[in-house]
């Protein structure tokens, strides 16, 4: 068995997310893919989105900031940034929402994923209010 059998930490963490493990589960392991390779902006989305999800908005906002400087072309970090913002009271949230709509309108083919990402947080979170705000801006 070679090292490229083995999935990396990060394929495992987002394997067990995707089997349904608990946001809270999941967070230490996202906060070690982020110590391991602090310069990959997708450890930190995923990070963010967890923290979103387990009510923990300060701390998303730090990791959703960290993502949006290492990659600012990702809608995904953009979403999570603005719900951050939008959970803590934060100022400037429509610049990032229209980055993610420019995104949506010039890649159509990221429009299903961020549906789904969209979808899967208000199954994950019920009622999740920054989110419904979110959604009803992204279709407007």
């Not at 394929?11 to 391991?36: C, H, K, N, W």
């Not at 610049?95 to 010039?106: C, F, S």
């Not at 890649?107 to 979808?119: F, K, N, R, V």
Request: proline share 6%; net charge negative.
């Amino acid at each position: 068995m070679t090292s490229a059998d083995v999935p990396s930490l990060f394929e495992q963490a987002m394997q067990r997310y995707q089997e349904g493990v608990a946001p809270a589960e999941l967070i230490d392991s996202f906060i070690a893919i982020t110590e391991q390779s602090p310069n990959q902006s997708a450890g930190w989305t995923c990070l963010a989105w967890l923290q979103l999800l387990d009510e923990q908005p300060q701390a998303a906002l730090r990791s959703a900031k960290t993502a949006v400087r290492l990659n600012p072309q990702d809608p995904q970090a953009r979403i999570n940034l603005s719900l951050a913002m939008l959970e803590t009271g934060a100022k400037g949230v429509r610049e990032h929402v229209e980055i993610v709509q420019r995104v949506m309108a010039m890649a159509p083919e990221m429009t299903g994923e961020l549906q789904e990402s969209i979808a899967d947080g208000l199954v994950r979170k019920p009622g999740w209010k920054a989110m419904e705000k979110l959604k009803a801006w992204l279709a407007g």
